[in-house]
Nanobody, 121 residues
Framework: QVQLVESGGGSVQAGGSLKLSCVAS????????MGWYREAPGKQRELVAT???????NYADSVKGRFSISRDNAKNTVYLQLDSLRLEDTAVYYC???????????????WGQGTQVTVSS
């Protein structure tokens, strides 16, 4: 099993910044893609940003130019830098990793427990 633990959430005023971290631990054989998703009250969970093991990134249009995803493969960690935060960025942010917990087993998706980001005016 692979466990994901997020940290770095909190409350910030509009225009401010936060940096989220997500560390993968447990029985890890290989991690492929990693990413961040968010779920606002009353809305479905949506993709924020993803990054491949090679460093290729993808962003939701709503966060392009404001958020930046990165990863440290040696530390099994993915980061999300959130700048120029807006009220509409308020949500629970979830980390996701596609990983193998052993050789010759299928990749599967793992989720963290989420971290709250609250942006106020």
């Amino acid at each position: 099993q692979v466990q994901l633990v997020e940290s770095g959430g909190g409350s910030v005023q509009a225009g401010g910044s936060l940096k989220l971290s997500c560390v993968a631990s447990g029985r890890i054989f290989r991690i492929n893609g990693m990413g961040w998703y968010r779920e606002a009250p009353g809305k479905q969970r949506e993709l924020v940003a993803t990054i491949t093991s090679g460093g290729d990134t993808n962003y939701a249009d709503s966060v392009k130019g404001r958020f930046s995803i990165s990863r440290d493969n040696a530390k099994n960690t993915v980061y999300l830098q959130l700048d120029s935060l807006r009220l509409e960025d308020t949500a629970v942010y979830y980390c996701r990793a596609v990983a193998q917990d052993g050789d010759r087993v299928p990749f599967r998706a793992y989720w963290g427990q989420g971290t709250q980001v609250t942006v106020s005016s």
